[in-house]
């Protein structure tokens, strides 16, 4: 089965072919400069950019995996959750496509598709990750932040999730009281390399509750306090440096540790993660460490496919066309609040 895959629900406008478990082509615009100067995603600009990126970014997809249109066996789509202008674009593009080339159209969950991203590439491949279920699967990315037990092979059950702002929010509010640039993710992990995360303490929210849920909005508001009463921290490069490397472990803490405990209850052999968080090399290290130390197997998403993309969606889908799931009508709409359950 040849499949072209759409993913239009944030910020990033992508188009992924996908053949047999394997990506032939996953092209992504991204559209952070843009946002960039508002310090965070203006819904109706992304919208306007998806429109403008999605048929060059279709066109490159399909020349680079050397398929043609009429080559297609089925088409896919982030249906939500999502913003919901921005979902339209893609949603609305591939039915369109799925009706003038009279193909299956399937509608995909943005987070279950973040659940088979650490499978693709790499080795054992895609279809392999059979041999590894059930996992536990930490999803951080700018919007979201979720543990998932995944039973199997399109079967999953949502644990806990963020009950206030995602790990990707922290960094990048965190990012900007310190006055780095958007998304502060990334800043605040290469600053974080050359300070000391022991430098300041700041809290380590539901660490100890009995429970798979996070919270974030706390430690921020605790970052926030601190700069008010050290302003001056703020005109030195080390203490800055220290300053993302404490807020860094901090939130890296309770990721690791929530993560670890929910796989030792659940009685899982591996630990999966993916999201944009997930490109932070302070929380690879973690993970990586962690798990050895307690015998699990660990997946991380390579980080090209941590971040948002269309080959996740589209190797979901053909799992989905695969096992015979029910395909998603051409007049179906998008679901921007679609929670996984
Ligand atoms: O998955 P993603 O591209 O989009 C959403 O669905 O939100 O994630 C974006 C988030 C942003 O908050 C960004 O700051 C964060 O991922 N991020 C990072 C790193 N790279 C991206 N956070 C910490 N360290 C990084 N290296
Ligand atoms: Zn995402």
């Known amino acids: 089965m040849i499949l072209l895959a759409l993913e239009t629900s944030c910020d990033e406008t992508s188009a992924a072919v996908v053949r047999a478990g394997r990506v ?13 100067e508002y310090g965070g995603v203006v819904p109706e600009l992304a919208a306007r950019e998806h429109l403008k990126n999605l048929l060059p970014v279709v066109r490159s997809a399909l020349a680079e995996a050397g398929v043609t249109p009429a080559q297609l066996d089925a088409v896919a789509a982030t249906q939500g959750p999502g913003l919901p202008n921005a979902l339209l674009v893609g949603l609305k593009a591939a039915q369109a496509a799925a009706f003038a080339l009279n193909k299956p159209f399937l509608g995909i ?7 088979y991203s650490p499978w693709i590439a790499g080795s054992p491949p895609a279809a392999d990750f059979a041999a590894f279920q059930p996992n536990i699967s930490l999803i951080v990315s700018g919007g979201h932040t979720l543990l998932v037990l995944v039973e199997s092979v399109l079967k999953h059950r949502v644990l806990g999730g963020t009950i206030d702002d995602a790990a990707g929010e922290c960094f990048d509010k965190t990012g900007k009281l310190m006055g780095l640039a958007y998304p502060a993710g990334p800043v605040i992990d290469r600053l974080a390399e050359s300070g000391n995360p022991a430098a300041y303490a700041f809290p380590r929210p539901l660490l100890h509750e009995a429970n798979d849920d996070f919270s974030f909005s706390g430690l921020k508001t605790s970052v926030r306090y601190f700069i008010r009463d050290h302003p001056a921290l703020l005109d030195d490069r080390q203490s800055v440096c220290d300053l993302c490397a404490s807020v860094q472990a901090a939130i890296i803490e309770v990721l690791v540790k929530k993560t670890l405990r929910a ?15 997930t490109c932070n090399r302070g929380l690879r290290q973690a993970l990586d460490r962690a798990c050895r130390q307690n015998g699990l197997a660990l997946r991380l998403a390579e980080k090209s496919l941590c971040t948002d993309n269309a080959a996740m969606i589209g190797i979901l889908a053909e799992q989905k066309l695969l096992a015979g799931v029910p395909q998603t009508g051409l007049d179906e709409e998008i679901q921007p609040g679609w929670a996984l359950t």
Request: charged residues 10%; positive net charge.
């Open 24 to 36: 032939l082509a996953n092209v992504v615009a991204s559209q952070i400069p843009l946002h960039a």
């Open 109 to 115: 969950n943005h987070h279950e598709a973040h659940l």
């Open 263 to 277: 796989a030792k209850r659940q009685n899982v052999r591996c630990v999966t993660a993916s999201g944009g968080v």
